[in-house]
């Protein structure tokens, strides 16, 4: 019954490869967000999609790729990874992506590990 | 420009004291205040928000915070801290007359409740 969940919750991989991350909200909400939390906790918004289009994409690599095949889904895929992606990637979601005033809510995390 | 500072790191209180974590915020426009918690290896969960009317906002979990225009800041309270309370705690703001729905964080304060 989780509202936003993410797969896989951890991954461990080589420099260089390519991995996805993968997320689901069941709120009905139109809105979703990926965001990225160092190992100092600092919590930095990455991309937000509105209606499966992207609204924001903060400065980030192009070697990271959104795609929201439906409202319900906002997964994120990393080329050619680097030690500097290690962290955990939060998905988020919430309703109304121009009433500002609603929470957002965040699923459990995928902690990513570059080796 | 929106931002939002948590000057405190770390906030340690015994059990059953009262509880202050403590936000300033910085907008153009009008804010939107939010005050997330983070437990260990856990999501962030929304605990409360300010978006308009009363200065004193009730949240979950007995927390509650005061909005103070003049002083632009948006402290988290509990009257008696429990060591369950013991976890990451963070502030966000979004400014009404932003450009896009971003919602920026501050860096968080952890809070340590010992029994």
Same mark, same amino acid.
């Given at each position: 019954d989780t509202a936003v969940s993410q797969t896989p919750k951890y991954l461990v991989t080589q420099m260089g490869n390519d991995k996805s991350i993968k997320c689901e909200q069941n &709120? $009905?909400?139109?809105t979703m967000y990926w965001y990225k939390q160092d190992s100092k906790k600092f919590l930095k918004i990455m991309f937000s999609y509105n209606n499966k289009e992207l609204?924001?994409?903060?400065?980030?690599?192009?070697?990271f790729s959104p795609k929201s095949p439906d409202k319900a889904h906002l997964n994120l895929h990393i080329n050619s990874?680097? &030690? $500097?992606?290690s962290a955990v990637y939060f998905c988020a979601s919430s309703q109304g992506?121009?009433?500002?005033g609603n929470e957002q809510f965040f699923g459990p995390g995928t902690r990513l590990t570059v080796l | 420009a929106q931002s939002v500072a948590q000057p405190e790191d770390q906030v340690n209180v015994a059990e059953g004291n009262p509880l202050t974590v403590k936000c300033t915020y910085s907008v153009s426009g009008n804010p939107y205040l939010f005050w997330y918690v983070q437990y260990p290896n856990r999501g962030l969960q929304f605990l409360l928000k300010y978006i308009?009317?009363?200065n004193l906002v009730k949240g979950s979990y007995g927390f509650e915070a005061e909005f103070n225009k003049s002083q632009t800041s948006f402290h988290l309270k509990k009257p008696s801290a429990l060591v369950s309370d013991s976890a990451l705690y963070f502030c966000a703001v979004r400014d009404d007359e932003a450009a896009g729905n971003k919602l920026t964080f501050g860096g968080g304060t952890r809070v340590l409740v010992k029994p």
């Amino acid at each position: 019954d989780t509202a936003v969940s993410q797969t896989p919750k951890y991954l461990v991989t080589q420099m260089g490869n390519d991995k996805s991350i993968k997320c689901e909200q069941n &709120l $009905g909400h139109d809105t979703m967000y990926w965001y990225k939390q160092d190992s100092k906790k600092f919590l930095k918004i990455m991309f937000s999609y509105n209606n499966k289009e992207l609204i924001i994409n903060e400065t980030v690599p192009n070697r990271f790729s959104p795609k929201s095949p439906d409202k319900a889904h906002l997964n994120l895929h990393i080329n050619s990874l680097e &030690l $500097g992606d290690s962290a955990v990637y939060f998905c988020a979601s919430s309703q109304g992506y121009f009433e500002r005033g609603n929470e957002q809510f965040f699923g459990p995390g995928t902690r990513l590990t570059v080796l | 420009a929106q931002s939002v500072a948590q000057p405190e790191d770390q906030v340690n209180v015994a059990e059953g004291n009262p509880l202050t974590v403590k936000c300033t915020y910085s907008v153009s426009g009008n804010p939107y205040l939010f005050w997330y918690v983070q437990y260990p290896n856990r999501g962030l969960q929304f605990l409360l928000k300010y978006i308009t009317g009363d200065n004193l906002v009730k949240g979950s979990y007995g927390f509650e915070a005061e909005f103070n225009k003049s002083q632009t800041s948006f402290h988290l309270k509990k009257p008696s801290a429990l060591v369950s309370d013991s976890a990451l705690y963070f502030c966000a703001v979004r400014d009404d007359e932003a450009a896009g729905n971003k919602l920026t964080f501050g860096g968080g304060t952890r809070v340590l409740v010992k029994p």
